[in-house]
């Protein structure tokens, strides 16, 4: 089994700035790329941000003020969200290309629970 777990959301103001995280863990033989998506109410889940070794992706709508990190172990990656916008309110979900034995391919259908961020004055 494989568990992926994000923290951080919270309520914060317009041009306020959160840092998510996320923990992969279980029986994981290796991780690959992983991503942040997000929900808005009524509307799609939508690609943030993914990093894949040293590259990283974004949406336009979160370049040049979201940045997406791994931590030193790779089971965790980061979101840190800067001149956060109201359009940003959504639940955050982490996603991770994960193989759990050697013969395994990677999948990429492990979800966390999603942590709730609001954009609010």
């Known amino acids: 089994q494989v568990q992926l777990v994000e923290s951080g959301g919270a309520l914060v103001q317009p041009g306020g700035s959160l840092r998510l995280s996320c923990a992969a863990s279980?029986?994981?033989?290796?991780?690959?790329?992983m991503s942040w998506y997000r929900q808005a109410p009524g509307k799609q889940r939508e690609l943030v941000a993914t990093?894949?070794?040293?590259?990283?992706n974004y949406a336009d709508s979160v370049k040049g003020r979201f940045t997406i990190s791994r931590g030193n172990a790779k089971n965790t990656v980061f979101l840190q969200m800067n001149s956060l916008k109201p359009e940003d309110t959504a639940v955050y979900y982490c996603?991770?290309?994960?193989?759990?034995?050697?013969?395994?391919?990677?999948?990429?259908?492990?979800w966390g629970q999603g942590t709730q961020v609001t954009v609010s004055s």
């Open positions: 996603n991770g290309m994960i193989k759990t034995s050697p013969i395994a391919r990677f999948r990429d259908d492990y």
């Open positions: 279980g029986t994981i033989f290796d991780i690959g790329a």
């Open positions: 990093i894949a070794a040293t590259n990283t």
